[in-house]
């Protein structure tokens, strides 16, 4: 079992909140991602890492920023929430031929 | 640039009859990973399947196999026995080793199987 996790994992915020979403792994991976995914829809990579001081934008444009002080822990913050972020963030990390993934982040801006 | 493309939004089978799931890639990289993933409805991410560009043989896990043909780019997914729980959305995903290590997925196939 993966031993990555999310919280929180339902979140409903007002419009222009700050917001961060936890992502941490025990497995010691260098490699971390966070996407986005609208409910049946697919991923979209908006942020990864390949380890510590080290984060790039994904494909899709996003508000959103990411940080990564330490290997195990790669949070994401949006700094004024919009009904437009509303959506499901999943965490995953890598290692040999296996993408772990969180369980994901629920994320209702009203 | 990568992309993985899954031209099928919905599929449906019959429980016990196998089903195979499309997906192509492009990439310029000789090195890559090409995933499987299962989402039920309740959204967490299982693992199905890996296969490596330079695998000799195509992968298999259980009632899943993988149709790799390297020359096509085509890595399709081949369920067989389908079950009632194999109900769910599947996504394929490719990873470029010597890159920039970005994973990125194609836009899912929803599988129905029924009774």
């Known amino acids: 079992e993966a031993d990555i996790y999310q919280t929180p994992r339902y979140l409903v915020i007002g419009t222009g909140k700050k917001i961060t979403l936890e992502c941490s792994q025990t497995m010691g991976h260098d490699k971390m991602y966070w996407y986005q995914q609208d409910p049946g829809m697919e991923l979209h990579l908006i942020h990864y890492?390949?380890?510590?001081?080290?984060?790039e934008k994904g494909d899709l444009s996003s508000e959103s920023t990411v940080s990564r002080i330490r290997t195990e822990h790669f949070p994401l913050t949006l700094e004024s929430a919009r009904p437009s972020h509303t959506s499901q963030y999943l965490c995953?990390?890598?290692?040999?031929?296996?993408?772990?993934f969180g369980e994901g982040s629920w994320l209702t801006v009203v | 640039a990568q992309k993985i493309t899954q031209t099928q939004p919905g599929m449906f089978v019959q429980e016990k009859e196998a089903v195979t799931l499309d997906c192509t890639y492009d990439?310029?990289?000789?090195?890559?990973?090409l995933f499987w993933y299962k989402q039920p409805s309740s959204g967490e991410m299982i693992f199905l399947i890996y296969q490596g560009s330079y695998d000799q043989q195509n992968a298999t896990e259980g009632r899943y196999s993988l149709n790799f043909q390297k020359a096509r780019k085509s890595a399709n997914l081949v369920i067989s026995a389908s079950q009632l729980g194999d109900s769910a959305m599947y996504f394929c995903a490719m990873r470029e080793r010597s890159n920039t290590d970005k994973l990125i997925f194609g836009t899912g196939t929803r599988l129905q199987v029924f009774p």
């Open positions: 890492s390949y380890g510590v001081n080290s984060t």
């Open positions: 995953a990390s890598y290692q040999g031929n296996t993408i772990y």
């Open positions: 990439t310029s990289d000789p090195s890559y990973g």
